[in-house]
């Protein structure tokens, strides 16, 4: 029993910073938005039935079918935190050294951006919401413990395309 409260104690490490943030954000979308996602869909449905490309049609499909229900409920909130062990971020553990680099996209009010690149396949990139911290603070304590990237500028295309589509 001991050896399971020396792993919960190194799982509990204390907070050098942290905040709450939406998993994803919500979007106000008007009508005008719905018509035109409503005819893009049907175009690309057209187009793949006429070019025989019916894995294209089932994924257009997929992808309207995940919006919507996604647009259904209201995103989760999580916990960003930053502590001696590693970045916690909602219930998944980061330790510092699986995690290659870090760098922020700050251009308020649109764009208010943590991004965390770690050496995972299957999630190689992290994007987390500022809100209303101050990004100097941050690289104050994660500088410590990560290489911060001073060479990204942009926001990644997935979520330009995603903020500027609204999905």
Same mark, same amino acid.
């Given at each position: ?7 919960? #104690? ?6 050098? &910073?942290?905040?709450?943030?939406? @998993? ?10 719905? !018509? ?24 257009? &499909? ?11 409920? /209201? ?6 935190? !930053? #502590? /001696?062990?590693?970045? %916690?971020?909602? #219930? ?14 700050? @251009?308020?009010?649109?764009? %208010? ?19 209303? &911290?101050?990004?100097?603070?941050? %690289? ?5 413990? !990560? %290489? /911060? ?8 295309? #997935? ?7 609204? &999905?």
């Amino acid at each position: 029993m001991p050896e399971q409260k020396e792993v919960q #104690t190194a799982l509990n490490h204390a907070e050098y &910073i942290g905040w709450d943030f939406f @998993e994803h954000k919500k979007y106000d979308r008007g009508t005008l938005w719905y !018509v035109c996602m409503s005819l893009a869909t049907l175009a690309l449905l057209i187009y793949a039935v006429i070019s025989a490309n019916f894995l294209f049609a089932f994924i257009i &499909i997929l992808f309207v079918l995940v919006t919507y229900l996604a647009s259904l409920g /209201e995103p989760l909130k999580s916990r960003f935190a !930053v #502590t /001696e062990g590693g970045v %916690r971020i909602g #219930t998944r553990r980061y330790p510092f050294r699986d995690i290659r680099r870090f760098w922020f996209i700050y @251009e308020p009010p649109t764009l %208010r951006n943590l991004y965390i690149e770690t050496k995972s396949f299957a999630e190689p990139r992290i994007t987390i919401d500022l809100n209303d &911290i101050n990004p100097n603070d941050i %690289r104050a304590v994660l500088a410590q413990f !990560v %290489r /911060e990237d001073f060479t990204e500028a942009e926001e990644s295309l #997935t979520d330009y395309l995603g903020r500027i589509l609204k &999905i």
